[in-house]
């Protein structure tokens, strides 16, 4: 009679390592290397991961480099001895705890909902989503309180995206040219994040240049002669899609300027997140050094209008102007 084979949730590896006791630095980074695979510790020098290709690889590749560092680690196949033990193994990944961390830390956020503003509340939902996808890497046999997770997860983000982005867009297109917009005091409130700082300035530079800035209080009252923009209730603030920035855009019908629509997705990402654009670092960099340094909202504001000037610049492709060459 044929032997009948293991289940594949009894196969496991054992790695048995032996870490270089004279260079504390190296220690380390083994310890945090087995941790981030998702090593559960038997004894100190014993760690076991399920037995799949890529744990398989991960531990090969340690092993290779604790040669190079004067150490060793001896990578086993093993098979757990019977049902109480694989149970007792598989009990050592169970990540239940830190997706019932996260479900509390996300509806936390919930609080905030009519206090803090939505963008803010979207970038620390950013942050959960990504210790979701960490937690779920290391989830080897898909704990039950994952599902709960991310449906608390995904239902959250829906809410602050109906806020961030309210399905009641505004209809026609306006210009820049009329009276109406035209040495206007324009209102925004605090703090400047991204994509105030751009949508004033795109007003200064684009549609009202003698236009008067005003920056409230969260709870300031926006005047009745001033025009709103960047806050919830405001004449400019973000729709279904976009933000505010790429409303102005659409709006005065600055959205055939390719460069300031290049601007207009790096100022979404920063915003809301979404697609990368691989300058958004630096400019989130360049304004949170602007923002330690400045003394004021008004000092935050002229020194972001150079950031967003130089952006312009570096996007603008002058036509039949050879590209500058980079070394």
């Given at each position: 009679?044929a032997?009948e084979?293991?289940?594949?949730?009894?196969?496991?590896l054992v790695?048995?390592?032996?870490?270089p006791?004279?260079?504390?630095?190296?220690?380390?980074r083994?310890l945090?290397t087995?941790?981030?695979?998702?090593?559960?510790v038997?004894r100190?020098?014993v760690?076991?991961l399920?037995?799949?290709p890529?744990?398989?690889?991960?531990?090969q590749?340690?092993?290779?480099?604790?040669?190079?560092?004067?150490g060793?680690a001896?990578?086993?196949?093993?098979?757990n001895?019977?049902?109480?033990?694989g149970?007792?193994f598989?009990?050592?990944?169970?990540r239940?705890?830190?997706?019932?961390?996260?479900?509390k830390?996300?509806k936390g956020?919930?609080a905030?909902?009519?206090?803090s503003?939505?963008s803010?509340i979207?970038?620390?939902?950013?942050?959960?989503?990504?210790e979701?996808?960490?937690?779920?890497a290391l989830?080897?046999?898909d704990s039950p309180?994952?599902?709960?997770?991310?449906?608390v997860?995904?239902?959250?983000e829906?809410?602050?995206?109906k806020?961030?982005?309210?399905?009641?867009p505004?209809?026609g297109?306006l210009t820049?040219t009329?009276?109406?917009?035209?040495?206007?005091?324009?209102?925004?409130?605090?703090?400047?994040l991204?994509?105030?700082?751009?949508?004033a300035?795109?007003?200064?530079?684009?549609?009202d240049?003698?236009?008067?800035?005003?920056?409230?209080e969260k709870?300031?009252?926006?005047?009745?002669t001033?025009?709103?923009?960047?806050?919830?209730?405001?004449?400019?603030?973000?729709?279904?899609?976009?933000v505010t920035?790429?409303?102005?855009?659409?709006?005065f019908?600055?959205?055939?300027?390719?460069t300031?629509?290049?601007?207009?997705?790096l100022?979404?990402?920063?915003?809301?997140?979404?697609?990368p654009?691989?300058?958004?670092?630096g400019?989130?960099?360049?304004?949170?050094?602007?923002?330690?340094?400045?003394?004021?909202?008004e000092?935050?504001?002229?020194?972001?209008?150079?950031?967003?000037?130089?952006?312009?610049?570096?996007y603008f492709?002058?036509?039949?102007?050879?590209?500058?060459?980079?070394?």
């Amino acid at each position: 009679m044929a032997k009948e084979s293991p289940p594949p949730d009894s196969k496991w590896l054992v790695c048995v390592a032996s870490l270089p006791l004279d260079d504390p630095a190296s220690r380390m980074r083994v310890l945090r290397t087995l941790e981030s695979m998702g090593c559960a510790v038997l004894r100190e020098g014993v760690y076991l991961l399920p037995d799949n290709p890529v744990n398989r690889q991960g531990l090969q590749r340690l092993s290779e480099h604790m040669s190079r560092i004067n150490g060793s680690a001896h990578i086993l196949q093993a098979t757990n001895f019977d049902a109480e033990q694989g149970q007792a193994f598989r009990s050592l990944f169970d990540r239940g705890k830190k997706y019932e961390e996260l479900i509390k830390a996300v509806k936390g956020l919930r609080a905030g909902f009519g206090i803090s503003e939505p963008s803010a509340i979207a970038r620390v939902l950013n942050k959960q989503r990504r210790e979701f996808e960490a937690i779920s890497a290391l989830d080897f046999f898909d704990s039950p309180v994952k599902k709960q997770a991310a449906e608390v997860l995904r239902d959250t983000e829906d809410e602050v995206r109906k806020k961030m982005f309210p399905d009641t867009p505004k209809s026609g297109r306006l210009t820049q040219t009329g009276r109406f917009y035209f040495k206007r005091v324009w209102a925004s409130r605090k703090p400047l994040l991204a994509d105030r700082l751009a949508s004033a300035w795109l007003i200064r530079r684009f549609i009202d240049p003698e236009a008067t800035l005003m920056w409230m209080e969260k709870t300031q009252q926006c005047p009745s002669t001033a025009v709103g923009f960047g806050f919830e209730g405001a004449t400019f603030f973000n729709s279904k899609d976009r933000v505010t920035f790429q409303e102005l855009l659409a709006k005065f019908s600055l959205d055939n300027n390719e460069t300031l629509t290049r601007i207009g997705a790096l100022v979404h990402y920063l915003d809301t997140g979404g697609s990368p654009v691989a300058e958004a670092a630096g400019v989130e960099t360049l304004i949170e050094g602007a923002r330690r340094r400045c003394n004021s909202d008004e000092e935050l504001f002229a020194e972001s209008e150079k950031t967003f000037d130089l952006l312009y610049e570096a996007y603008f492709d002058v036509p039949g102007k050879d590209p500058v060459p980079r070394y």
